[in-house]
């Protein structure tokens, strides 16, 4: 399909009037809701701005991109659309955009629009297009602009002596990996420099570059905004830089990737060093690259094996448990025991996945074996003098998160210790030094990261029993907080382990004031996030807003877990946050004396407490607290 095909003229807008982003986006919806061609405004916009969430698709140079591939979409179009006084768009380049193209694909589609669209990133930069389409006096001029011409290799059109490789990949793989490629070849042919482009995009690798395209290049560039296959260019000087910037300055990296100061690359999966030339990520902006690599890869985990959990409680309650093994909900009969075994072997891989994606992002693939010991470590609470079973105090997700980056850290380390190792032994770094001396290293590490945890949990279990008996109050509020600070760390252990041990001797007076105020606290996270995405829809990413609807499940089955990804990917706002209403919670609770026998459920064993719905009443508020707290003081994606 070419592009002239989708740039319907009956969408076409030839003067907008929006003068801000978020009208112009507005206008260019309502047309395409207007001439049938998508079916809800509100579906539609939504999947517009998660995408302008990411990166703006304001290219720079006046251009901009929206898209989406979308439900609401019925047939696959581009909508034209051109402001003659520009709008602020937020582009790249900071300045106005004056032509817009509004991709909508409907959500089954095929590849033929990403095809179309690479087309039209070509005609783009074509020179003079631009000023030809704001010159156009009507649609049918507009149309007959987008004629296609043949289109002959760079590589091959060029006499030179000079070659280069490159690869472009935008995180979406629409927009910005065809611009770079098209940028990057037609700057390369104005300076008599031949060059083969491959793209990363969401249809695939096109262009593939073989081993005879690497051989012969005097250098590569990549333009890139998220990881691409990089071992190939072992022993090639490369410059990297992010795909914007092949866009921008093409010229700029061309120079650089054939005046032979660029690093050689070494492969084994390293990461690509930053040269003095290229922009250098900040700390924070590592940091949370590093952190979501984790998180994204955890997610699954904590939504299947939860919502497995999750099924096990409801199977149980249904069938019914004597109130003599409320200790065994989800596992006293066997079809629910299958149901917590199975979502328990998820949850089991959810730190060491945390600490594993966080080390791999570093480090690459050598990182991601040292980042699996790390979790699994943080999980099982193995510490120096403690490798009895019974004495390991798990240090939870926060222990991961550290083992994660210490993981990364130490296979960055031994990467420059054998960085003067002969050419020769290049092979048995990534499969037994890294490993091996990776493995061992972070291990080591960890057994001394798990004793101040396990010494803190101690500490606060010594805490707790100072407060027993005196006011259900605060003893509630205490509780209900630990339950939301470390989210099933030794922290959230130390107030369940504290609480279940108070079971035994309640039950013949209707149960533990302290246990029901535990898990009010701990139910309150999760459902926090539901109420935060609900409130504050512009704040959060589209994954994100699908995991805080699945977590009304997680929290209504006593699976604080369900908020960790929240927590992680924005720690210091998200832990605040939750503490505070489940800290109202767990006070509320107490202060109404309510009592609950069972030392797991959640909404399942509602009716063992002597007050059910003031109890869901308490929950609820607290959830409200911290979803309202967590959306205002979280920052727009």
């Known amino acids: 399909m070419e592009i002239k095909d989708l740039l319907k003229k009956e969408v076409m807008i030839l003067d907008l009037q929006a003068t801000t982003k978020l009208a112009a986006i507005d206008e260019m919806v309502n047309k395409l809701v207007e001439t049938g061609y998508v079916t809800d405004f509100e579906t539609f916009k939504s999947g517009i701005l998660a995408r302008e969430a990411q990166t703006s698709t304001g290219l720079g140079e006046g251009i901009a991109m929206p ?11 581009v909508l034209f659309a051109r402001s003659a006084n520009g709008v602020d768009y937020a582009s790249l380049d900071g300045q106005p955009v004056n032509l817009f193209f509004m991709i909508a694909a409907p959500e089954g589609a095929n590849d033929t629009h990403l095809a179309a669209l690479a087309e039209l990133s070509k005609f783009l930069l074509q020179d003079g297009f631009k000023e030809k389409l704001l010159a156009a006096k009507s649609a049918e001029e507009v149309s007959g602009l987008f004629t296609k011409q043949d289109e002959i290799e760079v ?5 030179t002596d000079k070659y280069l490789v490159a690869v472009t990949a935008c995180t979406t793989g629409i927009a910005h990996t065809y611009m770079a490629e098209e940028s990057l070849k037609k700057t390369a042919a104005k300076m008599g420099i031949g060059i083969k482009v491959e793209t990363n995009g969401a249809k695939g690798v096109d262009h593939k570059l073989t081993a005879a395209d690497i051989a012969k290049a005097d250098g590569v560039i ?3 905004d998220k990881k691409v296959d990089m071992n190939r260019f072992s022993g090639k000087h490369l410059i990297s830089r992010p795909v914007a910037e092949g866009i921008r300055h093409p010229e700029e990296l061309i120079n650089a990737a054939l005046a032979g100061s660029a690093p050689i690359f070494h492969g084994d999966g390293e990461a690509v060093a930053s040269d003095d030339n290229g922009e250098k990520q900040g700390l924070g902006k590592a940091f949370y690259k590093h952190l979501m690599g984790g998180v994204s890869a955890m997610l699954p985990f904590v939504v299947g094996g939860g919502i497995l959990i999750a099924l096990a409680f409801l199977i149980d309650q249904s069938m019914g448990v004597p109130k003599d093994q409320l200790a065994n909900l989800g596992v006293y009969h066997p079809i629910a025991a299958y149901f917590k075994n199975i979502g328990g072997a998820a949850f089991a ?9 966080i080390a791999n992002s570093i480090a690459d693939r050598p990182g991601l074996v040292a980042g699996f010991v790390a979790g699994s470590m943080a999980s099982s609470g193995m510490a120096f003098g403690k490798l009895d079973a019974a004495k390991m105090i798990p240090s939870g997700f926060l222990g991961a998160l550290v083992g994660g980056f210490v993981a990364g850290g130490v296979i ?22 890294y490993p091996l001396l990776g493995t061992f290293i972070t291990g080591v590490i960890m057994l001394f990261i798990n004793i101040p945890m396990a010494d803190f949990n101690v500490g606060l279990s010594n805490f707790l029993n100072s407060l027993n008996g005196s006011s259900a109050l605060l003893l509630g509020l205490v509780v209900g907080g630990m339950m939301a600070i470390d989210l099933g760390g030794p922290i959230n252990k130390a107030a369940y382990i504290f609480a279940t041990g108070t079971l035994a001797s309640t039950v013949a007076s209707g149960g533990s004031v302290i246990m029901a105020s535990v898990m009010a606290g701990g139910m309150v996270p999760p459902l926090a996030t539901t109420v935060a995405v609900l409130l504050f829809k512009n ?6 807003r699908s995991s805080g609807l699945t977590n009304i499940v997680m929290g209504l089955s006593f699976i604080t877990e369900g908020s960790i990804p929240f927590a992680a990917s924005d720690p210091a706002r998200a832990i605040p946050s939750f503490f505070v209403g489940a800290a ?6 107490g202060l109404a004396d309510i009592k609950l026998m069972a030392p797991h459920g959640g909404i399942f ?8 719905f003031m109890y869901l009443l308490f929950i609820l508020i607290g959830a409200v607290i911290s979803g309202v707290l967590f959306g205002a003081l979280k920052k727009s994606k």
């Open 584 to 589: 109202v919670a767990g006070g509320l609770t």
């Open 412 to 433: 960055l380390l031994l990467r420059k210790v054998f960085s003067k190792l002969p050419k020769s032994l290049e092979g048995i770094k990534a499969i037994l030094l």
């Open 349 to 357: 891989f959810m730190l060491p996945v945390l600490a594993g994606f």
């Open 222 to 224: 990549i333009a890139a």
């Open 67 to 77: 898209h989406s591939k979308n439900a609401a979409v019925k047939e696959a179009v």
């Open 539 to 544: 704040k959060f990413t589209k994954e994100e």
């Open 605 to 612: 064993v509602l009716a063992l407490t002597n007050n059910p």
């Open 155 to 159: 590589a091959l059109t060029v006499s």
